[in-house]
């Protein structure tokens, strides 16, 4: 490989004819003209521009997708497992809420934690290690035959996978231009919601299996084939992370700019198919990092990685310091209220969706003559066979990250060859049904928010940074607020399928405005933060859906509706464009 640090041209290395002096000003050549001097020096985005854009970043996008992917599945797991689980384990009510509550304290737990440790140490490797760990927890949780070693894994579930859930976006970000950051950001989050179309249809198929094996006094069923599956996306997408380098634009904000170029020319080549040395970019300005001298810019690679705890703890409390200070400060709580707004709608109305197709068709069968009933009389509604008002489904069966789905019934038939202990010889056999139609219904509004997903892609390059998060989220608050109206099972499906894709997609376009906002070294932070907050609204909406729905069926829904209107409109005060706290420092690779 040629050292293009050591190379020169005849135009810079003397002058020019006779005795004028050498021209050395910064010349901006494009890649379609690789004869021109070697003499660039451009800011981070220009350089990454000039890498072109192509197969490098397409299986780029693919990988982090499959990432992406694999944190959906551990967020939709718990609805299905629990039906069987609570069968086989003898779960109570109390424990089944138990499990999913386990799951967000992970997420919540952790969730600072790893932006923090990102942004000092690099994005790959906690991706790396938190995917590979997340798979072998997973695969390892299958083996749970209590209830304690089930919570204990679904925390450790939780815990780890908050890392894919946020940093990818960080990640993928870095390796993009302006222009295409977005875009690759939101086909991103659109293997998210094909997440949630592949569990239920994988669900549908293993969990009805009445197959069981006692190995070494261990029992392995359906459902704990269900999870085993589900345990192999992330060690697949761990494993293949390894073959891509660290974020370029990291590196260059920890001063290692000899290793962002060698990243930069192998981008370039990949992308446009021709040689290293013809990439045309010597010198890269730190530019959109926080300010920090070279000797505070974090752990270095190989020997000066190692500082001890003293060292690690001195940097935690600078990148808290530094995105918790002005201008910073102002629109680290703008994002994070954005995105509690956000997924207080998301996680609020969103779980109430499948509850309400269940309702809609439970109504119609007892009652065939009746072609409409309101939202309202549905809430109040109490099924003759057993299954109280819409409010007590929804308290009880509710999952603050917005995870469970309510209307799965599945539940494993127990064999009539396995003991199981003289205290459960009269109990009747574990069993249910899926409701076809409301299987149908929610996979219609996953299919539907998948074209959201493609359509923010195709637009989020060719609208103004405000536009789309205001636009969605406005939207999907007043879709919200029409769920008040509807009196058919069909005006749900609708309303479900446009609210459903609005505020998904504005779910993606805000982690694509953190990653454009803030400056590199915190960046990973500011979208643990955001994510947090997010959480904590998750959890918010369910509790006090649950709550008010039983005093007045339209103050959570104008509630919900409100609040997410209010954090779009809070879009206007996001920065037109630029990243916050510009930083410019030229310093040679």
């Not at 041209?9 to 021109?36: F, H, I, M």
């Not at 607020?481 to 309303?495: G, H, K, P, R, S």
Request: charged share 15%.
């Amino acid at each position: 490989m040629i050292d293009f640090e050591a190379s020169s041209t005849p135009e810079t290395a003397t002058g020019g004819e006779g005795n004028e002096p050498p021209d050395t000003r910064p010349r901006l050549y494009t890649v379609d003209k690789p004869g021109r001097p070697k003499d660039l020096t451009v800011d981070f985005d220009r350089a990454i521009t000039l890498c072109g854009y192509g197969r490098y970043h397409y299986e780029l996008v693919f990988l982090c997708g499959l990432i992406f992917m694999s944190a959906g599945f551990q967020n939709g797991l718990n609805a299905y497992i629990l039906p069987s689980a609570s069968c086989d384990l003898r779960l109570s009510s109390g424990e089944k809420g138990l499990l999913n509550v386990a799951f967000l304290a992970g997420g919540t737990t952790s969730a600072m934690l790893w932006g923090i440790i990102a942004d000092i140490f690099g994005r790959k490797n906690i991706l790396v290690g938190t995917l590979l760990a997340d798979g072998s927890i997973t695969l390892i949780s299958c083996l749970s035959q209590s209830f304690p070693i089930l919570f204990i894994f679904r925390f450790l579930n939780g815990f780890v996978i908050g890392a894919p859930g946020s940093l990818v976006f960080s990640y993928l970000g870095e390796f993009h231009a302006e222009k295409q950051r977005a875009k690759s950001i939101c086909y991103v989050g659109f293997f998210f919601t094909l997440s949630w179309l592949v569990l239920p249809g994988v669900a549908w198929i293993v969990i009805p299996l009445t197959f069981n094996l006692r190995l070494n006094g261990l029992l392995l069923n359906s459902w704990r084939l269900f999870v085993a599956l589900f345990g192999v996306p992330p060690l697949v997408a761990g494993l293949l992370l390894t073959r891509f380098p660290e974020s370029p634009k990291f590196l260059v904000c920890q001063a290692r700019y000899k290793e962002a170029l060698k990243i930069l020319r192998s981008i370039y080549v990949a992308n446009n198919r021709r040689r290293t040395h013809e990439y045309p970019v010597k010198i890269i300005l730190a530019e959109g990092c926080a300010p920090t001298s070279k000797e505070e810019a974090g752990p270095k690679s190989g020997k000066e990685e190692s500082g001890g705890v003293k060292v690690l703890f001195g940097s935690i409390r600078k990148q808290i310091g530094c995105l918790f200070t002005p201008p910073l400060l102002k629109y680290a709580l703008l994002c994070s209220t954005m995105l509690f707004a956000n997924m207080f709608g998301y996680y609020g109305l969103g779980l109430w969706f499948p509850e309400l197709f269940n309702r809609f068709e439970t109504y119609y069968k007892l009652y065939p003559n009746c072609t409409t009933v309101t939202i309202c009389e549905l809430a109040s509604f109490v099924n003759p066979l057993g299954v109280g008002p819409v409010a007590q489904a929804i308290t009880r069966v509710s999952n603050a990250t917005g995870d469970a789905l309510p209307f799965l019934k599945v539940r494993q038939t127990v064999d009539d060859n396995i003991s199981l202990g003289e205290e459960h010889i009269d109990e009747p056999l574990c069993n249910g049904t899926i409701d076809e139609k409301v299987f149908v219904n929610t996979l219609t509004m996953n299919a539907i928010s998948l074209l959201g997903n493609i359509a923010s892609g195709y637009l989020a390059d060719r609208l103004g940074r405000r536009t789309m998060p205001v636009a969605t989220m406005v939207l999907a608050g007043t879709f919200g607020c029409a769920i008040y109206f509807l009196e058919t099972a069909f005006q749900n499906l609708v309303v479900a399928c446009l609210f459903s894709t609005f505020i998904a997609t504005a779910n993606m376009v805000l982690s694509s405005v953190i990653v454009d906002v803030f400056p590199t070294n915190v960046s990973a932070m500011a979208i643990c933060l955001a994510t947090l907050s997010g959480r904590i609204g998750a959890i918010m909406s369910n509790l006090l859906f649950g709550l008010l729905l039983d005093i007045n069926c339209g103050v959570p829904i104008f509630l919900v509706g409100g609040v997410v209107i209010l954090g779009g409109l809070l879009g206007f005060f996001i920065p037109k464009k630029g990243v916050v706290n510009d930083i410019r420092i030229a310093i040679p690779a």
